[in-house]
């Protein structure tokens, strides 16, 4: 059994079943994207790390 794929798709779930969640979530991203052009940039591993409600999304998530 594939661990990361049946944690993912529960995440993926979970923020299906709670909108304003996902919705939180998005934001956090997207103000996280922002370069203060008006235009999106791509984050790398160290900036997705440190979203604080992403992180407290998945680990609640895998908490249960």
């Known amino acids: 059994m594939d661990t ?6 529960r995440i993926l779930y979970q923020l299906a079943q709670h909108p304003d969640v996902q ?15 008006g235009s999106l940039r791509d984050l790398d ?9 992403l992180d407290a999304v998945c680990r609640e998530t895998l908490r249960r």
């Open 4 to 9: 990361t794929s049946n944690a993912l798709a």
């Open 45 to 53: 591993y160290n900036e997705v790390m440190e979203l604080p409600y």
């Open 23 to 37: 919705q939180k979530l998005r934001e956090e991203v997207m103000e996280a994207r922002d370069d203060g052009t």
